[in-house]
């Protein structure tokens, strides 16, 4: 609960009124036209449904983003919805910008956090939030806020 997560299985921490108060974000290191057909992610397991962009941030599992989460996990970027776009790698990951129109390199990409729960993208990578937030690496650099 301190970090606002719900610590029960029944009930959301937004049911439990609980509010946020750690934030996984990166930036947009790259954003690539592709085309329909063209495979991208770690391993290519992904191929784009049209013509569209695709972004790149910087974080993988490298950092802590899980490994596991699939395709469609939900990200915000410029606090907009986009999703996963392939595989996590290492130490980025690649993203489907269809819905974020104009996003640029340097775009803030949010992970978990206000507008984002955590305990949704644990859920997606068959885990609890705990673990999630628990496994941030230390390469991550931490920025603490009043």
Known sequence: MLYGSSPLADQSAQQLDLQPVMTL???LIAVNRHR???AVGYGGDW???????IGVAAIGYG???PRQLPSGT?????GK????AGRVSMDMITIDLREVPGATVGDRVT???????????A??????AYELLCGISARVPRVYRD
């Not at 919805?81 to 996963?84: F, P, S």
């Open 25 to 27: 974000e990166s930036r």
């Open 36 to 38: 329909r057909g063209e």
């Open 47 to 53: 191929v784009c449904p049209e013509d569209m962009d």
């Open 63 to 65: 950092d802590g983003y």
């Open 74 to 78: 939900p990200l915000l970027v410029n």
């Open 81 to 84: 919805r986009a999703m996963l």
């Open 111 to 121: 992970l978990w956090g206000d507008g984002l729960p955590v305990d949704d993208i």
């Open 123 to 128: 859920a997606r990578a068959g885990t609890i």
